[in-house]
Nanobody, 128 residues
């Protein structure tokens, strides 16, 4: 079955860095868009970044542009989210998801509703 497993979260000081991993099984990740999302306490889930299929492009929410970088390792069937210059407002549970149905197409909007298969999430806490 299709599975996504996030890892790499933890506690980090403001200005620090973390790298999240999204390991896929049950499908070949390279052929699908993979999105990163986050949900903070009391807030709705928001899109963070997308890496498109076949490394066609990467896309970021305004709040993380210049600080986060998404990448793909096809040999490991894994997508990464490198998070630098972390801020307390980045604190959230981070999820990866894949668009198996090909619904995502608006590069200016990272909509969770377009992504059909989700991981369990990994907690990122940015605090002094």
């Amino acid at each position: 079955q299709v599975q996504l497993v996030e890892s790499g979260g933890g506690l980090v000081q403001p200005g620090g860095s973390l790298r999240l991993s999204c390991a896929a099984s049950g499908f070949t990740l390279t052929y699908y868009a993979i999105g990163w999302f986050r949900q903070a306490p009391g807030k709705e889930r928001e899109g963070v970044s997308v890496i498109s299929s076949n490394d066609a492009g990467t896309y970021y929410a305004d709040s993380v542009k210049g600080r986060f970088t998404v990448s793909r390792d096809n040999a490991k069937n894994t997508v990464y989210l490198q998070m630098n210059k972390l801020k307390p407002e980045d604190t959230a549970v981070y999820y990866c998801a894949t668009d198996l149905l090909g619904l995502w197409g608006d590069y200016d909007v990272i909509d969770p509703a377009d992504f059909s298969s989700w991981g369990q999430g990994t907690q990122v806490t940015v605090s002094s």
